[in-house]
């Protein structure tokens, strides 16, 4: 494994716009930009791994902190310019270079695995950066940037750790979006950057206090189903790891009338973590949608205590649990 720089980028909401050519635009000047840096760095040094809606961008030279942190400024103006909500991570991490089916170089290990949960985390407001690529980048005497406000953030399948905000004065200043605003401000974020199940959350705080609200409403009627689905965890033949959209067997599968109508009837039930929201045994009348956060589901066995540890499944955002006893109106088969 060799340890390289990583400069990743996401567009928010790229695969919701329905203008296919305003889609080819933005990625044709994505890929200019990354064959730019390509150029400038020299032949093997730069290698490109595209995501569809963005990619990585890998620097395997030594001496990588000064084109990268270069590459990852222009990007970012790049989405300030043309407004296009762009989410941008900085990391420092180990991979191998593969031949793929087609004759490129593929990326596999953790550094890139981990530059990719981290996209999933940022958002359009803010770069974010790994400890090892601040590290890296300050021992390299890059300057013109500033690594401020770190918080600790929990990638999925790997340990929490601080996560820094990168700014580049004159250029672009980053600020955690979603600390202290208010449902406004937060549900408009959301519907901008494509994230239904958010829309739906701050749409049903919304209307805890006006339950004939315009905004609220307005946001809400946006959400077509293509919006309401989520990342399900497979595994191939190889027991490779691998994301699939699937969407939403209740919400996705009715008309606007039908969503708005069940939306606004729910309730919205919210929970720290380590709460439990049903036991199994227990009888039940409800189902519920995960808006926000996980839900672990655990499955108990009498005579194996120990099952109840650990949760059989865990449920993220778009998911539904506790519909069987719902819709076959028996006892809870499961722990929520």
């Known amino acids: 494994m060799t340890p390289v720089g990583f400069v990743s980028c996401d567009i928010v909401g790229h695969s919701a716009v329905r203008d296919l050519s305003l889609q080819r635009q933005r990625l044709v000047a994505i890929n200019a930009l990354v064959r730019e840096v390509a150029e400038r760095c020299g ?3 730069v290698v490109w791994a595209s995501g569809g809606d963005g990619g990585h961008t890998a620097f395997f030279q030594d001496g990588w902190p000064g084109p990268a942190v270069e590459f990852l400024i222009r990007l970012r103006r790049w989405g300030i310019d043309n407004k296009v909500a762009l989410r941008v991570v900085g990391h420092q991490g180990e991979v191998d270079r593969i031949e793929g089916a087609d004759g490129r170089v593929q990326l596999v290990g953790d550094g890139i695995n981990l530059a990719g949960r981290l996209l999933t985390l940022a958002f359009s407001e803010g770069v974010l950066a790994t400890v090892p690529f601040k590290e890296a980048v300050e021992q390299g005497g890059v300057t013109g940037i500033t690594f401020h406000d770190p918080r600790i953030l929990r990638p999925r399948h790997f340990p929490a750790q601080p996560i820094f905000l990168l700014s580049a004065p004159g250029q672009f200043l980053s600020r955690w979006d979603r600390a202290g605003g208010s449902d406004r401000d937060l549900l408009e974020e959301a519907l901008v950057s494509g994230r239904a199940w958010d829309v739906i959350y701050h749409a049903k ?4 206090t006006n339950s004939q609200d315009d905004q609220a409403e307005e946001a809400l009627d946006q959400l077509g189903p293509h919006m309401l689905g989520y990342r399900l965890q497979t595994t191939d033949a190889e027991d490779r790891a691998q994301d699939r959209w699937v969407p939403n ?21 919210e929970r720290q973590r380590g709460d439990v929201l049903c036991r199994a045994g227990e009888d039940g009348d409800t189902m519920f949608v995960v808006l926000s956060g996980t839900v672990g589901v655990f499955l108990t066995d009498p005579e194996k205590p120990e099952t109840a540890l650990e949760p059989r499944y865990v449920a993220g955002p778009g998911e539904i649990v506790g519909e069987l006893a719902f819709t076959l109106h028996r006892p809870r088969t499961a722990t929520l």
């Open 249 to 269: 067997p209740f919400l996705a599968e009715v008309d606007a009338e039908t969503r708005l109508h069940a939306i606004r009837s729910a309730q919205l039930m």
């Open 205 to 208: 705080r919304i209307f805890q």
């Open 43 to 45: 032949p093997g040094n």
